[in-house]
């Protein structure tokens, strides 16, 4: 079902961006044949122009056209942009040319050679003075400029559109699924408060009991873990307070219960017992978290034999937390996309501790998680961000 659901979404996005590619091409060889047909019928009203003027020889009287009915034929074209000019390109009339562009050569100059690239100039010759003409040089209408951008302008406005409502739907579905997951995760931690009380209950019988206490202190242990997952589960989608922390500890705390729990072939090294105390305003439950998926990600990279190093280092302004081990590696093609969700290596597991980790450290804690190296075969190390804090 889900197959067909995800077929069905795939061929409904195909045939929106088919429409819209053909919409999009409709419009615009729409409008680049009106277009064409405007430039046609300007050049058809210059055409006009030079005809009338070339008619009426008495339409000229000191440069100027006097005659009505050739300024009545000029009027109806007003909005089209022209230089006329003697043989030796002296400017006689002009229209719709700024003064700083007549008054100055080179400039007058490069519109003429503009509007020569635009339309083919017209000459226009005088039935009483066959040695002297005038030339009409012309360009396009601010009309016929905009039919030409316009399409190109509906193209970007309908794209813009496009991308901002692709938008809207990913984020709808990705606040949708956020709202699924909290849900999710918020009824488990609800769902386990029953057995996890029930265990606290039998975890005092067994004291009571003439038995190996020693084992029981370890059930403890494992069931105090099994408490703060399910308080890690309930503040998923709540307010997280962040409060002044020592880094050290709280990794240490994580380390020493992995130390336990471990294959006998794997080591598991950790620094920051054995130097100077380092600050950040964290959540100790939820980074908790991300520094036991981070160690389970590497146990299971070194399946069952290797090394895991959880190194604490910082400077200034920033404490790093590196968890190195000696597993199989990552591609560097993959350094990314194994904080995706779902994205995993294993053939177990639904591919959501590292992608939950990111989430943690940089959307709660304003950090950064990112793997600093790996190579097939050599092994990975992934690094945690935060601001230091001072007290």
Same mark, same amino acid.
């Given at each position: 079902?889900?197959?067909?659901?995800?077929?069905?979404?795939?061929?409904?996005?195909?045939?929106?961006?088919?429409?819209?590619?053909?919409?999009?091409?409709?419009?615009?060889?729409?409008?680049?044949?009106?277009?064409?047909?405007?430039?046609?019928?300007?050049?058809?009203?210059?055409?006009?122009?030079?005809?009338?003027?070339?008619?009426?020889?008495?339409?000229?009287?000191?440069?100027?056209?006097?005659?009505?009915?050739?300024q009545d034929i000029m009027s109806n074209g007003n909005n089209i942009p022209f230089?006329?000019?003697?043989?030796?390109?002296?400017?006689?009339?002009?229209?719709?040319?700024?003064?700083?562009?007549i008054d100055h050569p080179d400039r007058l100059r490069r519109k003429i050679d503009e509007f020569t690239e635009e339309n083919t100039p017209l000459p226009v010759r005088f039935m009483w003075n066959s040695e002297h003409y005038h030339i009409i040089f012309y360009g396009k209408s601010w009309l016929l400029k905009s039919l030409y951008y316009f399409p190109y302008i509906q193209l970007l406005v309908i794209t813009a559109f496009v991308m901002l409502g692709f938008i809207a739907f990913r984020s709808s579905k990705h606040d949708e699924q956020n709202r699924v997951w909290i849900g999710?995760?918020?009824?488990?931690?609800?769902?386990?408060?029953?057995?996890?009380?029930?265990?606290?209950?039998?975890?005092?019988?067994?004291?009571?009991?003439?038995?190996?206490?020693?084992?029981?202190?370890e059930m403890n242990k494992d069931l105090?873990?099994?408490?703060?997952?399910?308080?890690?589960f309930s503040k998923?989608?709540?307010?997280?307070?962040?409060?002044?922390?020592?880094?050290?500890?709280? !990794?240490?705390?994580? #380390?020493?219960?992995?130390? *336990?729990? =471990? +294959?006998?072939?794997?080591?598991?090294?950790?620094?920051?017992?054995?130097?100077?105390p380092v600050q950040a305003s964290v959540n100790s439950a939820?980074?908790?978290?991300?520094?036991?998926?981070?160690?389970?990600?590497?146990?299971?990279?070194l399946q069952g034999h290797g090394a895991?190093?959880?190194?604490?280092?910082?400077?200034?302004?920033? !404490?790093?937390?590196? #968890?190195?081990?000696?597993? *199989?590696? =990552? +591609?560097?093609?993959?350094w990314k996309r194994i904080f995706e969700p779902g994205f995993t290596t294993k053939t177990r597991g639904w591919g959501l501790g590292l992608s939950l980790s990111r989430r943690i450290v940089e959307e709660y804690h304003e950090g950064r998680i990112a793997v600093i190296d790996s190579e097939p075969g050599k092994g990975t190390t992934i690094r945690v961000t935060l601001k230091r804090f001072f007290a």
């Open positions: 079902m889900k197959l067909r659901r995800d077929i069905f979404s795939f061929r409904n996005r195909v045939v929106v961006i088919c429409v819209g590619v053909a919409l999009g091409a409709i419009s615009l060889i729409y409008t680049n044949n009106m277009a064409r047909r405007l430039k046609e019928k300007e050049q058809h009203d210059v055409a006009l122009w030079a005809h009338a003027m070339e008619r009426v020889n008495r339409d000229v009287l000191g440069g100027v056209v006097t005659d009505p009915l050739v230089i006329i000019t003697n043989e030796n390109l002296e400017v006689i009339n002009s229209h719709l040319i700024p003064e700083r562009i999710l995760a918020k009824e488990t931690a609800h769902q386990l408060g029953t057995p996890t009380s029930s265990l606290l209950g039998w975890i005092e019988y067994l004291r009571s009991q003439d038995i190996d206490q020693s084992a029981v202190e105090t873990h099994l408490m703060k997952i399910v308080d890690r998923i989608g709540s307010e997280t307070p962040l409060t002044p922390a020592n880094i050290n500890e709280i !990794v240490g705390e994580s #380390v020493m219960y992995f130390r *336990k729990r =471990i +294959p006998r072939n794997v080591t598991l090294d950790y620094n920051g017992l054995a130097m100077a939820l980074f908790e978290w991300v520094v036991e998926n981070l160690m389970k990600n590497s146990l299971d990279a895991i190093d959880v190194n604490i280092s910082s400077d200034d302004k920033h !404490v790093m937390i590196d #968890v190195k081990d000696t597993g *199989k590696g =990552i +591609p560097k093609s993959n």
